[in-house]
């Protein structure tokens, strides 16, 4: 099941980025990373409640949710900074993806964790696919 | 872990998928900074939605 939100979140990128232009496929792969990480919360709850998770993969996960959403934040904020600014290349969007990927890398790895890991792989696609939306974006030349 | 629990957790992961494809939809129709606005208010309930699973 996780796995189909990894490939809807997938979708998603791929139709936005044909569509798009930077700056708005930036916006929606930001909101894709918030709804993934709001549907991340919810089946971690589901999962400690049955058991499946214990206290510490519980507090591990709040910690990945709380910086992925701190890098979210951020990453939007400047995201808007740019358009405001009148920037409209691909160019000038990539490098603040870039950004958002290595903040998100300050959380908790949770490489050794198989069930954390497949709870948190919609949120970890979402982050990737940022980038890949922009690159693959329409805009105009720097 | 009972048949109650699985059945509860695979309606949660189903709510989840249900509400990614609602989201994806809604996208299309909206503006960029309504969208941004509706970023926002996400991360915002996110924040609190953290708080109230480390209480569990």
């Known amino acids: 099941m996780k796995r189909f939100q990894s490939l809807f979140v997938v979708a998603a990128l791929f139709l936005m980025a044909c569509t798009s232009d930077p700056y708005k496929a930036a916006i929606k792969g930001s909101s894709d990373v918030s709804q993934a990480v709001s549907s991340a919360i919810k089946i971690t709850a589901a999962y400690y409640s049955a058991g499946t998770f214990n206290d510490a993969q519980k507090a591990k996960a709040a910690a990945v949710f709380t910086v992925v959403t701190d890098c979210n934040m951020t990453f939007r904020k400047a995201v808007v900074g740019v358009h405001n600014a009148g920037q409209t290349s691909v160019q000038a969007f990539l490098p603040i993806a870039d950004a958002f990927v290595v903040c998100t890398q300050r959380a908790p790895q949770v490489q050794n964790d198989a069930k954390l890991k497949e709870t948190l792989h919609a949120v970890d696609t979402a982050i990737q696919g940022v980038r890949l939306a922009i690159a693959s974006a329409k805009g105009t030349k720097p | ?56």
Do not use: P, R
Not at chain 2, 32 to 40: F, K, L, P, R, S
């Open chain 2, 1 to 56: 872990m009972n048949a109650n629990l699985i059945v509860s957790i695979g309606l949660t992961v189903l709510d989840e998928v249900l509400a990614m494809i609602a989201h994806i939809k809604e996208q299309g129709s909206l503006t960029t900074e309504q969208i941004v606005a509706m970023a926002d208010q996400q991360d915002l309930a996110n924040k609190d939605a953290i708080k109230s699973l480390l209480a569990l």
